[in-house]
């Protein structure tokens, strides 16, 4: 089991930066590919990207492509999302989310991952 805990968002300007953390709990992080979603209001949860196990497969939705970075850094049980041109539509509750077993088929749904975070808020004022 692994527990979850994100930070990082905040209301910032169009066009502007933010990275996400998720600290995760326990010595079995390196076993999860993670990924981060988010939820606008009124509408469903999203995928937005995930990463490996050892970090070396990253896949993004193609909103955000070219804009967003995953990484990871399992010494620290940490993963990042770094957020770059931040728009409007961007903004969203957070989340970060575990699975020990998914593929490409799989990765974008939210039944696939077994373990979330609170999720954190990140605005984005036009």
């Known amino acids: 089991q692994v527990q979850l805990v994100e930070s990082g968002g905040g209301l910032v300007q169009a066009g502007a930066s933010l990275r996400l953390s998720c600290a995760a709990s326990?010595?079995?992080?390196?076993?999860?590919?993670m990924g981060w979603f988010r939820q606008a209001p009124g509408k469903e949860r999203e995928f937005v990207a995930a990463i490996s196990r050892s970090g070396g497969y990253t896949y993004y939705v193609d909103s955000v492509k070219g804009r967003f970075t995953i990484s990871r850094d399992n010494a620290q049980n940490t993963v990042y999302l770094q957020m770059n041109s931040l728009k409007s539509e961007d903004t969203a509750v957070y989340y970060c989310?575990?699975?020990?077993?998914?593929?490409?088929?799989?990765?974008?749904?939210?039944?696939?991952?077994?373990?979330w975070g609170q999720g954190t808020q990140v605005t984005v004022s036009s």
């Open positions: 326990g010595r079995t992080f390196s076993r999860y590919n």
């Open positions: 989310a575990a699975n020990g077993d998914i593929t490409t088929a799989t990765m974008a749904r939210v039944k696939s991952y077994d373990y």
